[in-house]
């Protein structure tokens, strides 16, 4: 939407508009690549690449088999050890023991705040809201059987998932809420409406609202590989999809992704164009609790 079309935009004192976007995904870099790759419908389910070992070696193409995975596949991104840590003025002990999810958020925390055009050092002090969505966090897994190296840095950077939200808001000086948020596969989309809901109850005047999901074990896989609710080819699509839905488009949702959701008549004075106005958030228990599939679903 530009402001050349002013017919669109309602001053509707309760309407969220958001104003910057940025996200890395499985085969797609940005958000825009995201975009050409769904209406592509080309699938980024690949092989599993060198650095992610522990996938291949546990390998087994026999569904259920104690101890392995069926799928050796799934939606990777590339460059999870690089990092430029001086930028977030973190040391190098710190920004190593950090996770990798930490690590993304405020790297696109910065690209959204860039590409809504504020820039960083505005939001000091500002009622800036961080909300961020996360189901899971097993850096600290691969960390923890070293007891001689556990430190403050480890538990508070891999172990504690509110330091997701908590280390951007650190890192931007935000003094508006600070919240992470767990709903499993909804948990992007409920931050994203609880940063919505709390500008309009006035609590902040913007938001960064967003998630982050990285697998970096084994461990789940096995666990979701007993009862066969992993697919082989390691794709996320319903059985009921369409073949021209992409599977990484489904799991690239839990990847990195902010945006800076702000209230509609305060946005259209800040930036010439916005992204969208969201949202809403509704749940069904019964469909959310996991049941094992039949195996039979999978065999085709």
Do not use: K
């Not at 797609?28 to 050409?36: E, H, K, S």
């Not at 002090?125 to 007891?147: E, K, P």
């Amino acid at each position: 939407m530009s402001s050349s079309t002013p017919t669109l935009l309602r001053a509707d004192d309760r309407a969220i508009a958001v104003i910057g976007m940025s996200g890395r995904f499985p085969g797609a870099p940005t958000v825009a690549a995201l975009w050409d790759l769904l209406a592509s419908g080309d699938d980024a389910v690949t092989g599993a690449p060198s650095d992610r070992p522990w996938l291949r070696e546990p390998h087994d193409p026999r569904p259920g088999t104690q101890g392995r995975v069926l799928p050796d596949r799934g939606g990777f991104l590339p460059g999870l050890d690089l990092f430029d840590a001086a930028f977030f003025d973190m040391s190098p002990r710190e920004a190593c023991r950090t996770d990798p999810q930490t690590r993304l958020l405020l790297e696109v925390a910065c690209e959204a705040l860039e590409d809504a055009g504020i820039p960083v050092g505005r939001l000091s002090r500002s009622r800036t809201g961080v909300f961020i969505g996360n189901t899971a966090g097993d850096y600290w897994l691969r960390q923890v059987a070293d007891l001689d190296g556990l430190d403050f840095y480890l538990t508070l950077g891999a172990q504690v998932r509110a330091a997701f939200s908590g280390r951007l808001a650190y890192a931007f000086d935000l003094h508006g809420p600070t919240v992470t948020v767990d709903t499993a596969c909804s948990s992007s989309l409920a931050a994203v409406h609880l940063a919505c809901q709390s500008l309009r109850a006035g609590e902040c005047g913007a938001a960064l609202a967003g998630g982050a999901n990285l697998i970096l074990t084994p461990y789940e896989y096995v666990t979701y590989g007993r009862p066969a609710r992993c697919r082989p080819g390691g794709g996320a699509r319903s059985p009921t999809a369409p073949p021209t839905v992409s599977s990484a488009a489904r799991q690239s949702v839990w990847c990195c992704s902010s945006r800076w959701p702000r209230r509609w008549p305060q946005a259209t004075e800040y930036v010439p164009s916005l992204w969208a106005a969201p949202s809403a958030m509704t749940g069904s228990p019964v469909a959310a609790w996991p049941r094992p599939p039949s195996t039979g679903r999978f065999s085709s």
